[in-house]
């Protein structure tokens, strides 16, 4: 992995030092939960203020705080955060440190004024949220004319120069809207489309019929690497959340901005991602839960403090392999993936380490003729970020007939890990970087002399693949020449 960042590169694009530093190169901060949007897969339960939401000053010391943690990147969400009276105020403050600014919003009242007085603050990017086309994105965000809205406020961030992204939250119903609205943002003139599965948190909770089932990824992942290269060819990226993946044949895709050698290494959450709640919780990721997973709030500790001492922000500093349980715990990429997103599978069966939404897992399962369906036992309770209960059951493709339940197994929650209590590593692990098998694309682990999924010899199909991209190099080559085209 290269250790200096390219202009061309995202301020979020991680170095070696960044994580052998622990530097929280993206912070995602929350400065408010009032919220204009009634949205039902909302996991912080955005609507109300938040009791005591940090003052201007408090707001301020962070953004200091930040810098002189070497921060690159902050983005500003809610509820909404143009909702807060000083958020010009912030911005202007984050880009006087010369950190990378943007807001992720709804759009239904980031009226011109409002936007106007962001972008003469220094605001760098805004991404708007489509989780769909008019009917879908209405229905799940809950107020009608909220698509047009989100619309209208891409389109005149577009024109005013500022970087222009959309975010789809992916559940049950969407995948048919996908294709359409891939086109529709390459129209809108949007250069990253971020996708991310809806998880069961807060308000997802009280309305699972949202939620896409984890077998659905044998249907999700090929249509997404379709719409990728078809993005790539309009100049649009596609960008993968966290709970999209992991190691199946497209995983050479998402992560390293078009670099494959870049691929998933595990949750990030405390180590180089922060996250900030309205009233100065401080967490490793602003989508885990805030019980269990709080380091401490910066009222009462310095936020250097909690990031360099606090045992909630350490978590995954400490996890190993060990702390895997279900199929992820014989899984041929433990070692590397450590269970894919935390969120996701924390928000599911109230621990982290076993995983169902993942690509290679639906396609291992498969070869077997079983399948994963989850199921909701226990609501979330009311509060921000609470989580419920699921089962997770496998069954026979062929017949539905149930094999095992995670309810009937006697699943313990506990929400802890073997290094518990110990101190946290003073230097970080850069990850581990896999190989890319030129057979089935994908990723294995170096020492392998012969693929374990198609049986492949590595390094002949990487010789014989190295050899094809000289040709087409030459190729080209010669074809410009003809053109009276300088070579590249």
Excluded at 335 to 356: E, F, I, Y
Excluded at 363 to 381: F, N
Excluded at 410 to 415: F, M, P, T, W
Aim: glycine residues 10%; proline residues 5%; neutral net charge.
């Amino acid at each position: 992995m290269p250790d200096t960042q390219s202009p061309q590169r995202p301020a979020r694009y991680l170095s070696e030092e960044d994580f052998k530093r622990f530097i929280p190169v993206h912070v995602v901060w929350e400065i408010t939960l009032a919220c204009d949007l009634k949205c039902l897969h909302c996991g912080s339960r955005a609507g109300h203020r938040r009791p005591s939401e940090l003052n201007t000053t408090e707001c301020l010391e962070v953004i200091d705080a930040l810098a002189a943690l070497g921060t690159r990147e902050i983005t500003l969400i809610g509820g909404e955060a143009y909702l807060r009276k000083d958020w010009t105020q912030l911005i202007e403050a984050i880009r006087r440190h010369d950190i990378y600014c943007a807001v992720q919003t709804g759009g239904r009242n980031l009226n011109p004024r409002r936007m106007q007085a962001a972008i003469d603050a220094g605001l760098n990017g805004v991404g708007v949220s489509l989780d769909g086309l008019a009917p879908l994105h209405d229905a799940v965000r809950n107020v009608p004319g909220s698509f047009d809205k989100a619309v209208d406020t891409l389109r005149r961030a577009k024109v005013a120069g500022l970087a222009t992204s959309v975010n789809t939250q992916i559940g049950a119903a969407t995948m048919a809207d996908l294709p359409a609205l891939m086109t529709l943002i390459i129209e809108l003139g949007a250069k990253q489309w971020q996708i991310q599965l809806t998880v069961a948190m807060g308000n997802a909770v009280d309305n699972p019929h949202l939620l896409l089932q984890p077998y659905q990824l044998n249907e999700l992942m090929p249509l997404l690497a379709k719409l990728y290269q078809t993005g790539v060819e309009n100049g649009l990226l596609m960008t993968i959340g966290n709970n999209i993946g992991y190691y199946g044949p497209y995983e050479h895709l998402w992560r390293g901005f078009g670099d494959e050698r870049i691929h998933w290494a595990g949750c990030a959450a405390g180590q180089t991602v922060l996250a900030l709640e309205a009233d100065g919780t401080v967490k490793g990721c602003p989508s885990l839960a805030t019980v269990g997973f709080s380091g401490g709030n910066v009222r009462e500790m310095s936020l250097s403090d909690i990031w360099h001492h606090s045992e909630g922000i350490h978590f995954g500093r400490l996890r190993s392999v060990d702390d895997l349980w279900g199929y992820c715990r014989g899984c041929y990429y433990n070692d590397v993936c450590r269970g894919g997103c935390t969120w996701t599978s924390h928000s599911l069966l109230g621990k982290p380490g076993n995983n169902p939404y993942c690509h290679y897992r639906v396609l291992d399962l498969q070869k077997q003729g079983l399948r994963e369906r989850i199921v909701k036992l226990q609501d979330a309770a009311p509060a921000s970020f609470a989580v419920g209960r699921f089962d997770l059951v496998t069954e026979r493709i062929d017949t539905g007939k149930a094999v095992s339940s995670i309810s009937r197994s006697g699943q313990i929650v506990e929400l802890t890990w073997k290094n518990k209590g110990k101190r946290a590593p003073e230097q970080g692990r850069p990850p581990t970087t896999l190989a890319l098998c030129r057979g089935c694309l994908q990723y294995v682990h170096p020492t392998e002399i012969t693929c374990p999924h198609c049986q492949t010899n590595l390094a002949a199909a990487e010789a014989t693949y190295q050899q094809d991209q000289v040709r087409r190099q030459q190729i080209m080559d010669r074809l410009r020449s003809l053109l009276g085209l300088p070579n590249q």
